[in-house]
């Protein structure tokens, strides 16, 4: 839990330090440095995977108690903790996170279509070549 905490932090400090570093307030730049190399929103992805570390977490406990439950209401646990994960990740692709968020960038930065086709929208990874 604490590491994705972390995780997310570094991100929003990059992003900050990033824009704070950009004193011309050169219009159209777009940060790709630190975690933003990897992904086009290491911040959603980290606060993803604290939603994540907090399903796993409930693991444990659920098995202490599984054998106790009605087979249908351990079925309805076990589908309650895989679709919070589902649900989260569908909320900030979709619906308050990437998706929107990009919807603006492109129109606000020209070069964020190239960064774009470069780079992962949410799980990081590796970067893709430009002719692609």
């Known amino acids: 839990y604490q590491r994705r905490v972390h995780g997310e932090s570094v991100a ?3 992003k900050l330090k990033f824009a704070a570093s950009n004193t011309q307030k050169i219009k159209g730049r777009v940060c790709d440095v630190g975690l933003w190399k990897y992904s086009r929103h290491p911040n959603y992805f980290g606060q993803w995977m604290v939603w994540n570390s907090l399903v796993i977490s409930s ?3 659920l098995l202490q108690i599984y054998p106790f439950l009605d ?4 079925v309805a646990l076990i589908g ?3 679709g919070v994960t589902a649900v989260m990740y569908q909320c900030l692709v979709y619906y308050t996170g990437a998706v929107p968020a990009e919807y603006y960038s492109v129109q606000k930065r020209p ?22």
């Open 12 to 14: 929003d400090g990059q």
């Open 59 to 61: 693991v444990p406990s």
């Open 71 to 74: 087979p249908k209401l351990a």
């Open 80 to 82: 309650g903790l895989i």
């Open 111 to 132: 070069e964020y279509a190239q960064y774009i086709k470069t780079t992962n929208m949410f799980i990081p990874g590796p970067r893709r070549s430009k002719s692609n």
